[in-house]
């Protein structure tokens, strides 16, 4: 079997995985603080965010994989309602409009949505622990 040309480590899902809504949750790293993201797709491309609201803190979805409102336009956070840009994770309403997700670099090689090279996946994490 030839070597993968990517680290298999920084693999968040195929992208045929993504379901019919083009979102879903992933978990990247080990330890008490692994990545935990979302993966959307918007058109032809795909954006990450770090699962956490600015508002509170807390992540964006109540039940597996629910990150859409009904109309499958904007990302929802479930507890207090604000509504994101799936293209920017700019905050349109709700409590904290003006403020964004914090973006996961992707990208998308031979099938795979990826962590991009260069990211630092363990600072990300540990935004999510402090911030
Ligand atoms: S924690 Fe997301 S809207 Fe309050």
Redesign the pocket.
């Known amino acids: 079997m030839p070597a993968a040309d990517f680290d298999v480590e920084r693999v968040v899902c195929r992208e045929s995985e993504l379901g019919s809504g083009g979102v879903r949750a992933f978990t990247i790293g080990a330890g008490d603080w692994p990545l935990r993201g979302l993966v959307v797709r918007v058109g032809a491309t795909v954006r990450g965010y770090v699962n956490r609201?600015p508002?509170?803190?807390?992540p964006?979805n109540l039940l597996p994989d629910r990150f859409l409102t009904p109309d499958g336009a904007l990302l929802l956070?479930s507890?207090?309602?604000?509504l994101f840009e799936k293209l920017t994770g700019y905050c349109v309403a709700?409590?904290?409009p003006g403020r964004a997700l914090t973006p996961v670099p992707l990208e998308v090689r031979s099938g795979f949505v990826m962590v991009a090279d260069g990211v630092d996946v363990a600072a990300l994490s540990e935004w999510e622990k402090i911030a």
Not at 79 to 82: E, F, K, L, T
Request: glycine fraction near 22%; charge should be neutral.
């Open positions: 609201c508002h509170a803190g807390h964006l956070c507890s207090h309602g604000a709700g409590p904290c």
